[in-house]
């Protein structure tokens, strides 16, 4: 059986401010709704993720189902949208599904995988929550006008984790108006078990929530830093290619592959900052099949490495060490070439050169090498 997870993000949420739906609002670098993904993302025991989408927001879409992601059109209202996410799961394989807020970034993975574990033992619907521990009133006019007992009460959080099958049954058999799943869960009649929820697991509402939100995130981020270096010397050809561009020259660079030295430091770095080796590790030069690869091969497995592992690739820098040929004219393109081959937006890719002031083999022109340095964060 697999657990699929269901993120709610069709509302307007325009009481944080900002101008714009809260999910679509930065925190920590980029949009709450991204924060949210990752961390269902970074749970080995997610399977698929659906994302359910205001009509407005459709446009997004295509990014989001470029990733794998399942996208369906939000309702009115908060159940028609629960709904339209589940039955965009139907096919998906899942017999289990956690309905999560986008707008709670801050859900650990202690949390997530505490509601996996209990649909695994066999309930049929589980949520974390929070037991209720001031003191509760009643206003009127501005003015205290009554006090309510707390015993017994809790404060309810997401994801809220259900057999797939009898949550559908649920949704479809409630006339609607519930303040979440779990209401309508136990309108079908299923019994909900209720787990340890967490403080950081906040629904984000107004906008001073934005400031605790990116407290905690940051303080939850891991980041990377990795290096490469490569070298790659002067052969028989008229071009060399450097970041993924061919640039006319009166000689070659020997290599078993392309000899990219630019895509190669690149690649080197993001392995680096993974703890996991270098090209020669994952593609031996000793295997015949990688003669004369194109380097975006390697790029790319790195950076599919690193989502695998819960990284996104924030930035790269790299500069090509050479007395000859020019690199500035071709350094815009080498940028948009990086840049499509990492997946990341040409603003975070940076190609420069210099050179060896005539000293060593780069200095004597006997070939080219490169030094890298690539930035990995999670969630």
Known sequence: MTTAALIVAAGRGLRAGGGEPKQWRPIAGRPMVEHTIAAFQAVPGIGQIALVLHPDDMHRRTDFEARGILVATGGAERAASVQSGLEALSDSGATRVLIHDAARPCVSATVIESVIGALEAGALAAAPALAVVDALWTGENGKVSGTRDRTGLFRAQTPQGFDLAAIRAAHAAHPGGAA????????????????????????????????????????????RLGNGFDVHAFGAGDHVTLCGVQVPHGRGLVGHSDADVGMHAVTDAIYG????????????????????????????????????????????????????????????????????ALGIEQSRVSVKATTSEKL??????????????ATLVAP
Not at 202 to 211: E, G, M, N, P
Not at 288 to 297: E, H, L, M, T, Y
């Open 180 to 223: 979440d799943d779990v209401e309508v869960a136990r309108a079908y009649g299923l019994d909900v078990a209720m787990l340890p929820g967490d403080e950081d697991n906040f629904k984000v509402t107004l906008a001073q929530d934005f400031l605790r939100a990116e407290n905690i995130l940051r303080g939850k981020m891991d980041v």
């Open 273 to 340: 900052a993974l703890a996991q080796g270098d090209i020669g590790r994952h593609f031996p030069p000793s295997d015949p099949q990688w003669k004369g690869a194109d380097s975006r091969v390697f790029l790319r497995h790195a950076v599919d490495l690193a989502r695998e592992m819960g990284f996104r690739l924030t930035n790269v820098d790299c500069t090509l060490i050479c007395e000859a040929p020019k690199i500035a004219p071709h350094a815009e393109a080498m940028c948009a070439a990086m840049a499509a």
């Open 360 to 373: 060593g083999f780069t200095g004597r022109g006997e070939g080219i090498a490169a030094i890298a340095t």
